[in-house]
Antibody, heavy 123, light 110 residues
C-alpha cells in the first residue's frame, strides 16, 4: 500500500528551527518528485516546496524561500524539510504529497498525501 | 498564478447536482500542450484527496458522479448527484507553473 508519513512537528519558538521528515513506503521512492503543502488552522492549502526524484532540482514558495531547505535520502525513502527562522505565519499542518511523476514540474496532481504533522510557532 | 473559486460556500440537497467554478489569472496551458488543473476534496479532519487531474481525468477510485471540464482559464467541477459523503472542502490547483497555487476552497454543505 502506497503510504507517506510525516513526522517532526511540534511547538517551537519564533526564530528557531525544526526539521520535518516524510517517510515513504509501498512504492519506488526514487522515481517520484515529492511536495510539501501546508494548511494554517482553519485556512486553505498553500504549496510550499518540491524536490525532484533524484534531488537534482527543487522549488520553493516565495514565503519560505531562503528559510526552508529540502533534502532527500533515497536509500531511506525519506524527504526532509529543514525550516529555519520560523515565524507565527509558519504555524500549520504540513503535508507531504507524492507528485505523479519523477520531476516536480508539470505534475498532473498529487497522490497520495500523508496525514500531516502540526507545526506551531509560539513563544 | 491566482486561482479564484466560486462559490466559497455551497449549500446542497442530497441527490441534487452541485457545481464549483475555478478561474485562473492566466492560461494554464503548459508548453507541452497539457493543462495541469486538478481538483481535490478534503473531508473534515482528513488530508486532501485527488479527484480530477488535467481538467477532466477522474483519478482512480473516484466515483463517476464527479466530472471536470473547462479550458484555458475557466474550469468547473460538477457533482451529478450529491451524496452525504461528499461533504467537505473542494480545491482547484494549478501545477502548470511554479509556484503551484490553490483556490481558496469551496465548502460543500448539506
Amino acid at each position: 500500500q502506497v503510504h507517506l508519513v510525516e513526522s517532526g512537528g511540534g511547538v517551537v519558538q519564533p526564530g528557531r528551527s525544526l526539521r520535518l521528515s516524510c517517510a515513504a513506503s509501498g512504492f519506488t521512492f526514487r522515481n517520484y518528485g515529492v511536495h510539501w503543502v501546508r494548511q494554517a488552522p482553519g485556512k486553505g492549502l498553500e504549496w510550499v516546496a518540491v524536490m525532484w526524484n533524484d534531488g537534482s532540482n527543487e522549488y520553493y514558495a516565495d514565503s519560505v524561500k531562503g528559510r526552508f531547505t529540502l533534502s532527500r535520502d533515497n536509500s531511506k525513502n525519506t524527504l526532509y524539510l529543514q525550516m529555519n527562522s520560523l515565524t507565527a505565519d509558519d504555524t500549520a499542518v504540513y503535508y507531504c504529497a507524492r507528485g505523479r511523476g519523477p520531476t516536480g514540474s508539470a505534475t498532473p496532481g498529487f497522490d497520495p498525501w500523508g496525514q500531516g504533522t502540526l507545526v506551531t510557532v509560539s513563544s | 498564478i491566482v486561482m479564484s473559486q466560486t462559490p466559497l460556500s455551497s449549500p446542497v440537497t442530497l441527490g441534487q447536482p452541485a457545481s464549483i467554478s475555478c478561474r485562473s489569472s492566466q492560461s494554464l496551458v503548459h508548453s507541452d500542450g497539457n493543462t495541469y488543473l486538478s481538483w481535490l476534496q478534503q473531508r473534515p479532519g482528513q488530508p486532501p484527496r485527488l479527484l480530477i487531474y488535467k481538467i477532466s481525468n477522474r483519478f482512480s477510485g473516484v466515483p463517476d458522479r464527479f466530472s471536470g471540464s473547462g479550458a484555458g482559464t475557466d474550469f468547473t467541477l460538477k457533482i451529478s448527484r450529491v451524496e452525504a459523503e461528499d461533504v467537505g472542502v473542494y480545491y482547484c490547483m494549478q501545477s502548470t507553473q511554479f509556484p503551484y497555487t490553490f483556490g481558496q476552497g469551496t465548502k460543500l454543505e448539506i
